[in-house]
């Protein structure tokens, strides 16, 4: 064991595990406490109550999700907490990323907001409309956004 030379006891120290980060994308304005939960109209698709809330833990899928909700206000992202057990995102999931990429995860619990990333870089115009078509031409074939 190490000790401390400065007072010559053992030093207890050790490496703590770190905190997973989860991001959250919307329009929604939210402050730090407060709770997104299931059962308000959703960010996507045709903007029913959703069943699952969304988080991911990386920056550029939670820009994605502020970027394509629906909505003509600021685009957002939280810093959120989860309360309780957290799934693949069977939407993207092997569906479109094989093996989970972009780390997104759905709940029936809600995420506590923690904080929000106000300086972050969106997508470029381009690229946010070939997303926005690619949705479009999914939707005019019957699949939603987001599958319950």
């Known amino acids: 064991m190490e000790t401390n030379k400065s007072e010559n006891k053992p030093n207890n120290t050790s490496p703590t595990t770190f905190a997973q980060t989860y991001f959250h994308g919307t329009k929604a304005d939210l402050k730090p406490g407060d709770f997104i939960t299931t059962g308000i109209n959703s960010n996507y698709g045709q903007k029913e109550k959703a069943k ?66 106000t300086i972050w870089q969106g997508h470029s115009a381009e690229q946010v409309a070939a997303m926005k078509g690619g949705l479009a031409r999914l939707k005019e074939q019957g699949i939603e956004a987001i599958e319950d």
């Open 52 to 117: 699952y809330i969304y988080l991911t833990a990386t920056l550029d899928a939670a820009i994605w999700g502020a970027e394509l909700a629906l909505g003509e206000t600021r685009q957002r992202i939280y810093l959120v907490e989860p309360t309780g057990p957290i799934e693949d995102d069977p939407n993207l999931t092997d569906k479109k990323f094989p093996g989970n990429p972009t780390k997104s995860y759905r709940s029936k619990d809600p995420f506590k907001v923690v904080g929000e990333i």
